[in-house]
């Protein structure tokens, strides 16, 4: 579902008075999106 601000959320109890998708995730899928880069590193 997404927030007032327009992000995502993923939680594990649907929210209530919203709408939401029910997503099926494999345990060993990265769900954690990677760290903006910044610079060179």
Known sequence: WKDAQGRTQITDQPPEGRPYE?????????????PARGGDE
């Open 22 to 34: 029910t997503v099926r995730i494999s345990p060993d899928t990265n769900v954690v999106p990677s």
